[in-house]
């Protein structure tokens, strides 16, 4: 089974923190992803990463940015926290072009 | 970026009806898949397709890449209790990036 995971499943955190969201997936998958999901705007890709030290911006980059040194950790930044980016964070990862699979979220809470 | 319309938005059946839901979008895809979330986990993949017309079935959830490549639809026959969740339907035309839709927000009545 493939199996994504997520650093912490509850996170509080005050305006101005430097906030890390760490994932790790043990399938070997090239692409991995970090969405935001709010209610009644659905999963909105923040960045994606094809490959290690790759990158690639999503939807809704602003106020973020992303790491991976390794192919199977990818990390999530957010600079300066902010109550806007209070949010449920998912982490995803793909072989190729097929299907995501899921780690089980991060929610975040900015105060 | 773009969002795909997903319908209904939430529905209310009893134990042992059938469901239908569909997913619509302004592009073409190449892949559709349907994801089931619970509250407080991360979405958990039921189907995925890959060509035009196809059917797929995962024990009694059954879903099909629309002919146009522009809709998939899921359908549950026989609905249970833990059937209870939000599904979300997901395209994708370049295998990198996926869409989503807004979820359909299923309760089963026991």
Sequence with gaps: DV???????????????????????????ENMFWYRQDPGLGLRLIYFSYDV????????????????????????????ASTN??????????????????????????T | GQQL??????????????VSMNCTSSSIFNTWLWYKQEPGEGPVLLIALYKAG???????LTA???ITRK????NISASIPSDVGIYFCAG??????????????LTVIP
């Design chain 2, 5 to 18: 319309n997903q319908s209904p938005q939430s529905m209310f059946i009893q134990e042992g009806e059938d």
């Design chain 1, 85 to 110: 980016q209070t949010s449920m964070y998912l982490c995803a990862s793909s072989f190729r072009l097929y299907e995501q699979y899921f780690g089980p979220g991060t929610r975040l809470t900015v």
């Design chain 2, 64 to 66: 099909q890449f629309g």
């Design chain 2, 71 to 74: 809709d998939s639809f899921l």
């Design chain 2, 92 to 105: 994708s035309n370049t295998g990198n990036q996926f869409y989503f839709g807004t979820g359909t927000s």
């Design chain 2, 54 to 60: 196809e059917l797929t079935s995962n024990g009694r």
């Design chain 1, 3 to 29: 199996k994504v995971t997520q650093s912490s499943r509850y996170l509080v955190k005050r305006t101005g923190e430097k906030v890390f969201l760490e994932c790790v997936q043990d399938m070997d998958h």
């Design chain 1, 53 to 80: 030290k790759m990158k690639e911006k999503g939807d809704i980059p602003e106020g973020y940015s992303v790491s991976r040194e390794k192919k199977e950790r990818f990390s999530l930044i957010l600079e300066s």
